[in-house]
């Protein structure tokens, strides 16, 4: 009988071979960090640019580990006609302190093997050009190879990691809720809807997968608060949907949404101070992991960025209440093309206005007028103006950041709510987490995407995710 | 004009007061964890047990902060009919050393406040009742305040962060690979379709959202491809689907995968050193982070598994070819429902047997048949029988939890296959990849749940997601 040992060692040892005899292997990044000349290196990655001089071949080489290129210094034997901007390559050689004043360190190298040519008159992307956002938006299985989205990637790697340290820091759970659902949580009606796509069934058979109708979500909030009924704490952090026709510059019909749901919670201000909290902390982070990624946008993209951020990283968030909103709006000496008035959706003109009356800071707005709001946010039981307990994070150029509400607990309250909507039957498990050790509680919604831009100063959002889904669009 | 800054000043100052007039707040697990005694302590959570002597009132409070509950001691005064298992309660008193053995810290409590009472003829979980998986699974919105789900999703949450960490930490880009797409990566058909759920629609506008037909992914491979083109290292961490209709204990509708992407590697090796320091790493964070949650597990669900993963973490995984595994099989003593031949794929009765043969261990088998794999996998050139560089990984009670393999990176090669397949129009920009620096590279997914049921001993996979999707179930 064939032991299964015998096979593995053989193999084990066949493979383990190459790698004792290994040169080796720096990424660009770490060459560019490291403090002393090395022995001998392999660095391998896309070439940047070719600079052939009569005595000496410059090649500028990058990985994706870093904005910044590593210099690779060769002699001009080593050339050869597939050495070209976009081919890949493996360089063998020494790491040397560089003489020139741009960079620390440099690549003396002693061999250059091209691992993969570049087609360069069918490249969409060209050496030494910048290229417009717009011009590699056409291209999503290249644009990555573009300094900027290289840049922006790196980021939106780091602010991700970023927002899992901030909640696993504070002792949140983190949950998956789900992405296929059979509830509507904003009831906006804008949904995608899921079947089967196996064609050959017979009509006759054409029932739901599910036995029900099932859509993608559009926000995890009421199952987290399925989660907050068992931990203080959770969080979710996944990709959200809707099916909304638009082409704006701010809507995705696939996006990401950072959302928390927080027990024992009594006022606002707790989720507010969250909502802060999470923004200061998650900024700072990136921008100290990423300095020259961040830089390229502060710089090229969106120059008054920087020195706006770094103000409101400084200060408390702006707090003003729906009313004093409408009352700020009311005595504006601008025309809007929506009239304020209380009881009305705020327009984005309006969001607009307030954020640039407050001096162009992030404000929260709170207490909305109750009957512009969802089911399950917690009545305020004021009046004559009718409100209640919600608040939106807006932004300068963006709008809405982040939403957020106190929940309804009192089992009273929201079933008369639901009756009257007639969704009573459709929520019984919702009433249910009333019936058994409700606490008051509440969360919020934050749009990754929106935060990016925000941050980045981007103005589509087209730009700031890998693989951009809108009306019209889904390539690749 | 009503300036901002006054609102924002009023309301800073309402909202600011009862904070600093505020008691700590602890959570469970921060008492159960305290070194001293301290003063007034408040404590929020949910009641796990009432016991009423004559004396002195015993309560056991948990927050979903640690799978232990803090004993609560009160004068009997302080009962009250809604003071039931499952309400929730605010208590506020103090920490004191316990005199029992069987925990650190006690709360003395000063005021017991009923939060939210419970229901509990209505509730179907009981006091100190044991109830079966199977039990807790009919009530999705309440399974989360049993004592193994808890602690299923404080470990779920652990292995998350884990996961996020390792990449982190070995210099990977975290990618969001999409979840709406128009590819069907691995070709299988059950896949899940896409539509906009507006019924009020003309049928003559009854065009694709999209203009294309998209479905739900079942893999985010090709596209940590294209990111691989730009970064040497990549990752995501997300949802994938399959619209198979199955009740197995091993399939979910809706489940999620860790997927990474190297680029610059030539040999299966690199990879399956990858899949193996991620399983070992992730299982020790996991192990040390949450002791007792997973002690539950180890205790009452799976008494076997925890002496087995030790020596498993201990010890190089196992390898084998495909070609050893089929005379393995031929050799057997046991009689198979399929019988073992070259060139048919490995069933679950084959994947046991061949993981009890190597002594009930996690084993990679690699060197599949060309013919059996997807178009992407790279050709071996071998002969007569043809294989491709693929690998599997097979763990003990679960079958397989990783598949991975290198890429066809030269282009003749594909582009021959994907002809032969009469898919080169739909993957031209996969060609494009090949064309513009191609590299060798190669990448693997692990099943998350999978994972979970492995290292927990956990029988059916709907018990390690929060919310299970299957055929004829989509609750909530």
């Not at 709008?399 to 957020?404: H, I, T």
């Not at 990016?452 to 103005?459: A, N, S």
Request: aromatic fraction near 10%; include cysteine; charge should be neutral.
């Amino acid at each position: 009988m064939l032991g299964p040992r015998r096979g593995w060692q053989a193999l084990r040892r066949c493979v383990s071979l190459p790698r004792a005899q290994r040169e080796v292997r720096l990424r660009v990044r770490e060459a560019l960090g490291a403090r002393e000349p090395a022995g001998e290196v392999k660095v391998q990655g896309w070439v940047r640019s070719v600079r052939s001089q009569k005595e000496v071949l410059f090649l500028h080489i990058n990985d994706g580990s870093s904005l910044e290129n590593l210099q690779v210094v060769a002699d001009p034997s080593l050339e050869n006609r597939d050495l070209t901007f976009g081919s890949a390559v493996e360089v063998q050689g020494k790491l040397v302190k560089s003489p020139h004043r741009m960079q620390n360190m440099e690549l003396k190298a002693e061999t250059i093997r091209v691992v993969g040519p570049c087609d360069t008159l069918a490249f969409p992307l060209k050496t030494k050009e910048r290229h417009p956002l717009e011009y590699v938006r056409q291209f999503p299985h290249l644009r990555c190879r573009n300094n900027t989205l290289g840049s922006l990637l790196r980021i939106r790697s780091e602010a991700t990691a970023a927002i899992h340290s901030f909640f696993q820091d504070n002792g949140y759970v983190h949950i998956h809720t789900p992405i296929i659902t059979s509830n509507d949580c904003e009831g906006a009606g804008e949904l995608f809807q899921i079947e089967t796509s196996n064609e050959a069934r017979e009509p006759a058979e054409k029932t739901h997968f599910f036995d029900v109708p099932a859509f993608l979500t559009v926000s995890g909030q009421l199952h987290l608060e399925v989660m907050a009924g068992a931990f203080t704490h959770v969080f979710t952090f996944g990709p959200t949907f809707r099916a909304e026709n638009s082409q704006s510059r701010r809507h995705l019909a696939e996006f990401y949404m950072v959302e928390a749901e927080l027990s024992f919670t009594e006022s606002l201000e707790d989720i507010m101070q969250v909502m802060e909290d999470l923004f200061k902390t998650v900024t700072s982070t990136v921008f100290s992991k990423c300095p020259r990624d961040v830089e390229l946008f502060h710089k090229y993209i969106a120059p008054a960025q920087k020195d706006r951020l770094e103000k409101t990283l400084k200060n408390k968030f702006v707090i003003i209440s729906y009313n004093e909103a409408v009352e700020i709006l009311k005595q504006a000496s601008q025309t809007f093309t929506f009239k304020p008035e209380w009881g009305c959706d705020l327009q984005t003109e309006h969001e607009k206005y307030l954020v640039k009356h407050c001096g162009e800071v992030p404000v929260f707005v709170i207490n909305y007028p109750y009957d512009l709001k969802p089911f399950y946010m917690r009545d305020n039981e004021d009046g004559p103006q009718h409100t209640v307990a919600a608040v939106d994070l807006l932004v300068p150029g963006i709008g809405e950041l982040c939403g957020g509400s106190l929940r309804e607990e009192r089992l009273p309250f929201l079933r008369s709510r639901l009756q009257r909507l007639g969704l009573t039957d459709a929520y019984q498990w919702y009433l249910d987490l009333r019936k058994f050790g409700s606490v008051p509680h509440g969360g919020f919604g934050m749009g990754f995407e929106r935060y990016l831009q925000y941050i980045l100063g981007v103005e589509n959002i087209k730009d700031v995710i890998p693989f951009p889904r809108f009306s019209h669009s889904c390539l690749l």
